[in-house]
């Protein structure tokens, strides 16, 4: 397998970072991992719907300039389906099975993804229906790869 988080903006804070670094590193046994960023937009407070739109697509720009052909894309959408954690091991086995061995998962800046990338997604994903920092929600997402990989090798994982 081979993961691939393209994200918009940087992570700034260390201890964020390092935790990324962990559970990429803990992935690793388990398939290639990649994490990207893309520059993210300056997002005018009280803007117009129109400058929204606009943030959300030269965000949308940079992140479809990084992805790869014949990915198997997964938006980060809060509208998206919701998995718990077997279900997603499940879903990531099945697409093995099937071929699709690589896998982009993206997350979009604070106004979310342009309509046009929802669209393009093979599956549209939501962890939840709160909000959580973007920082944050990539060690989440990375930590949930990691919890997939283990249980699909039926290895032991804290609950």
Known sequence: ???????????????FQKAVDEYVK???????????EVKDEKTPDGGAAAEAAAVREKEAQRL????APQTYLIA???QGRQ??????A???????????????FIVGGSLGLAPRLLEKADLKLSFSALTF???????????????????????????
């Open 1 to 15: 397998m081979h993961f691939e988080i393209l994200a918009v903006g940087k992570i700034k804070e260390q201890y």
């Open 26 to 36: 803990r992935l690793r046994p388990y398939a290639r991992v990649a994490v990207r």
């Open 64 to 67: 479809e300039a990084l992805l």
């Open 76 to 78: 980060l959408d809060i």
């Open 83 to 88: 998995f718990s954690s077997p279900e997603l």
């Open 90 to 104: 499940a879903l990531l086995d099945r697409l093995a099975t099937e071929g699709k061995s690589h896998i982009t």
């Open 133 to 159: 920092p973007h920082q944050l929600f990539r060690v989440m997402l990375l930590e949930q790869l990691y919890r997939a990989c283990k249980i699909n090798r039926g290895e032991p994982y804290h609950k």
